[in-house]
Nanobody
């Protein structure tokens, strides 16, 4: 049984940092994509790392502030978030596919990312003073 479990969410002050984790079990992971969904908004793909080139990709909305640490196994991927703003308040979730997937497309194409095979249940991140 394939499972994705997110961890590390919580309450953080504006300008603060938080480190999320995504653990994949039950399959040989081809990578992880991170998403967030704020209240009343559509889900947004924000970061992705895959087995293809091993390079992380980011949405413009988080580039320079969020990062996926290098040299991590693809079944245990973290998302380091810094300089957090209240607008970052959302449920953060991770997803993966049973086959290799193209991170640049996952980041840019909502219809493609919505079709990912396996999803975690998400972890709440609240940025508030």
């Amino acid at each position: 049984q394939v499972q994705l479990v997110e961890s590390g969410g919580g309450l953080v002050h504006p300008g603060g940092s938080l480190r999320l984790g995504c653990t994949v079990s039950g399959l040989d992971s081809y990578g992880v994509a991170w998403f967030r969904q704020a209240p009343g908004k559509e889900r947004e793909a924000i970061a992705c790392i895959g087995k293809g080139d091993g390079s992380p990709y980011y949405a413009d909305s988080v580039k320079g502030r969020f990062s996926i640490p290098g040299d991590e196994p693809l079944n245990a991927v973290h998302l380091q978030m810094s300089s957090l703003k209240p607008a970052a308040t959302a449920v953060y979730s991770c997803a993966t596919d049973r086959t290799p997937f193209p991170c640049p497309v996952i980041i840019s194409d909502p219809s493609r990312s919505a079709g990912m095979d396996y999803w975690g249940t998400g972890t709440q991140v609240t940025v508030s003073s």
